[in-house]
């Protein structure tokens, strides 16, 4: 057993540690150290800087132009552009879209989407929920109908995908669609890239308790897809679907942003005098404890997987632990600024710090409700690890 | 990085583990513990010949000269036998507190006895309340209480505060006049005594830095112990989290296994995590307690028993209320398993102590900041 890094590993994330200390853009620093919403623009900035540096593929092997990292060295970016500030990489496209690409798309597909993922000139974003299909997806209705016609065979598409995050700026969505309504539910899905632009898709706002606009309905009328963009085989969705569901798992514990959150925190509660309070610490200090012991289930997960074990029903624990804490800390440092954090859209009631925690804090609610939420990670855990 | 074990490590797991399964039944073991002494000799050297006893002693003095994680590996096998012998007292603290207090010349005479069984030497560290010992003249008063297993010790080392407000450390024979040992049985099956000391003779053995102040010596040695103590509880969480899975899949009730029920799955995953997690820093003590940066040992260690001594209270809770009435019994060793995790949380510093240890040295640091 030996708990560190090599000194490769070690070398890298320096490597990485200086490149995010000289290459991440200070107004964007400023937004992710201090809680503050980033705009499309932030993310494209930051992406194309990476691009550039040739990480712009976070994730992706060598083939199809990655750095070819290995998960420990995935692990390593990660957390060191959470701690320098950096913003969450945008997972639709670069983490979700393009692993299904490389593994079920065809040559045509990958060359047509992943390098325009990896630049940034696309921003891809999910169709997968719908109103009557959340935690049971296999349930969703949207249908597509395939319409046979000299000018090239098409899908007629319609329906509705909701909380598409940040759908607003998409360009693409990828969409899990009914093609076969006879079959069993898991049997008759199918896989469609469909262009934001296509006549019938329109795109609703759903404003969050934050008062923030992250999540979208996108309403498909009519929506004509060409049969081309179909990922693999009609009716074999499902097994793609599942796929990229395993894909979005990485870095599901955000051990990065759960240590810079709470290096926040310490500073809020050391100003705010909190830190003098027992009671208080001692739940600073708790959650300290946790992603501790966090922060090492998750290099054993990791280690595992390098060692070509497959990361499996294991990063459920990391998704649950890992949300917890994060929404724990979002808590605490809107409790250490007390009746600071009420006030909205103000400046100078109390310290600038206070004003955005109260929506920090709201906003996190999301964490353990979305990408199979808390209780279906706890099925899986009773059912896939112990057999229940 | 990497989180195996090598094949030594492996094997020695495997002949402890072998040893409880076949050697250590709930059913000895409850003779033992109903015998008068409480514990065996017999079984003592069992365990000498299997060449556990030496795990904790170097090889200049007869032993395997390992480190904590195969510590680690024999306490976490030990787990799920619930050894009523003395080996964490015994066989892991007492020979790092002699080797990191004692001269050369105690080192001689005691370490290789311990690898082999021969000796029994035991630290008593806790006073007694408003009852510390003091040392004047060489003479030891006081109490300690509540020490482990100091009723089968062949020999005692004993902190006692000196006039010079030093914490020195003396060996004491149990026999010596002024000794009085009043020993009985803990909630956890296991033996612990109060030691009452009336101007008892005792020989003074700290030696070199700890000669007149042997409270850094004590404190490594008790972090070795917390590290061992840490791998015992995993041995157990995992022996009672399994057994509670299989209850689950066995007992039925409305027609179907109740592990078919979503609320006590949900149960069932709160005390996996507590499990992994708990493992988790189990590891990390063991690479962290003999560590010579004192403050980031410390911090590591009070972050490990904080999750460790909340995940024995939460498994062991939720594995009696979910097999029921069964779970409440003597018959069943689980609740055997849950008393044993009851007494871990509450040895070598409870979950409050060690977060309030932890809070205070995060809140300095972060004001410093």
């Known amino acids: 057993m030996d708990l560190d890094f090599s000194p490769g590993e070690n070398a890298f994330r320096e490597e990485v540690r200086q490149f995010v200390n000289d290459g991440l853009p200070p107004h964007i620093r400023h937004k992710v150290m201090n809680g503050i919403h980033l705009d499309r623009d932030d993310h494209v900035l930051w992406q194309r800087t990476l691009h550039q540096r040739g990480w712009g593929g976070v994730g992706w092997p060598r083939e199809f132009g990655g750095p070819g990292w290995t998960p420990t060295e995935l692990y390593i970016f990660e957390e060191e552009c959470a701690k320098g500030g950096a913003p969450r990489l945008i997972s639709f496209g670069l983490k979700m879209i393009a692993p299904v690409l490389m593994v079920f798309g065809s040559p045509e597909q990958q060359a047509r989407y992943l390098p325009k993922i990896m630049s940034a000139e696309e921003w891809w974003c999910q169709g997968y929920s719908e109103p009557g299909a959340g935690s049971d997806l296999a349930s969703l209705k949207t249908r597509a109908e395939l319409v046979k016609s000299s000018a090239g065979d098409h899908y007629l598409v319609n329906g509705q995908k909701t909380w598409t995050t940040l759908g607003q700026y998409a360009d693409w969505i990828f969409c899990l669609v009914r093609t076969d309504p006879e079959a069993k539910p898991q049997r008759g899905i199918s896989f469609l890239l469909i262009d934001m632009k296509s006549p019938g898709v329109t795109v609703r706002p759903i404003i969050t308790l934050d008062g923030a606009h992250e999540v979208n309905e996108v309403w498909l009328e009519d929506v004509r897809v060409p049969v081309a963009n179909r990922i693999g085989e009609e009716n074999q969705g499902w097994t793609y679907a599942k796929f990229l569901l395993g894909h979005e798992r990485t870095n599901i514990a955000g051990i990065g942003i759960a240590k810079r959150e709470l290096a926040r925190l310490k500073r809020i509660a050391a100003a705010e005098g909190r830190l003098d309070e027992a009671l208080f610490a001692a739940r600073v200090a708790q959650l300290e404890i946790d992603l501790m012991a966090l922060e090492i289930t998750n290099l054993r997960v990791l280690s595992a997987e390098g060692a070509h074990q497959a990361p499996g029903p294991e990063a459920s624990i990391l998704k649950i632990k890992g949300t917890e804490i994060q929404q724990a800390i979002a808590e605490l440092m809107m409790q250490a600024v007390g009746s600071a954090a009420l006030p909205v859209g103000q400046t100078g009631v109390g310290p600038d710090y206070a004003a955005n925690l109260g929506a920090g804090y709201c906003n996190l609610r999301k964490l353990s409700i979305f990408g199979g939420s808390n209780e279906i990670q706890k099925n899986i855990i009773s059912q896939m690890i112990m057999g229940l | ?369």
């Open chain 2, 1 to 369: 990085m990497n989180f195996d074990f090598n094949e030594d490590q492996r094997a020695l797991a495997d002949t402890v583990r072998r040893f409880v399964a076949k050697d250590y039944g709930f059913e000895r073991r409850r003779a033992i513990r109903d015998s008068a002494s409480g514990w065996s000799r017999a079984v003592w050297q069992e365990l000498a010949e299997l060449g556990v006893l030496a795990v904790g002693v170097g090889e200049g003095h007869g032993g395997l000269g390992y480190g904590p994680l195969e510590t680690g590996l024999v306490m976490n096998a030990f787990g799920a036998g619930l050894l009523l012998e003395p080996y964490l007292a015994a066989a892991v603290v007492a020979p790092a507190l002699i080797r990191r207090a004692t001269s050369a010349d105690f080192q001689d005479q005691w370490l290789p006895r311990i690898a082999t069984g021969d000796s029994i030497v035991v630290f008593a560290h806790q006073d007694g309340r408003g009852e510390a010992v003091r040392a004047i003249d060489g003479k030891l008063s006081g109490r300690k209480t509540v020490v482990t297993h100091a009723d089968c010790a062949d020999l005692l080392l004993v902190s006692a505060r000196a006039a010079d407000g030093g914490v020195r450390l003396f060996a004491l024979a149990p026999a010596a006049p002024g000794v009085t040992l009043r020993g009985y049985p803990t909630l956890d099956g296991q033996r612990a005594a109060d030691l009452l000391l009336d101007q008892a003779t005792a020989t003074e053995v700290g030696a070199g830095d700890t000669a007149n102040n042997a409270t850094q010596a004590i404190d490594a040695a008790l972090d070795i112990g917390l590290a061992a103590l840490c791998a015992e509880a995993i041995g157990i969480m995992e022996a009672t989290v399994a057994a509670t899975v299989d209850y689950l899949k066995t007992r039925r009730q409305f027609g179907q296994p109740i592990g078919r029920f979503q609320a006590l799955q949900h149960r069932m995953a709160d005390m996996l995590l507590h499990q992994e997690q708990s493992r988790s820093m189990s590891y990390l003590a063991a690479m962290q307690c003999t560590n010579p940066d004192q403050k980031l040992r410390q911090r590591t260690l009070s972050a490990a028993k904080v999750t460790i001594g909340q995940a024995c209270r939460f498994i062991a809770q939720n594995a009696v209320q979910l097999h029921g009435g069964m779970g409440m019994t003597d018959e069943l060793i689980l609740s055997h398993w849950f008393k044993r995790l009851t007494a871990i949380e509450m040895s070598f510093g409870d979950t409050d102590f060690h977060l309030q240890r932890f809070a205070a040295q995060l809140s300095r640091e972060a004001q410093a900041a």
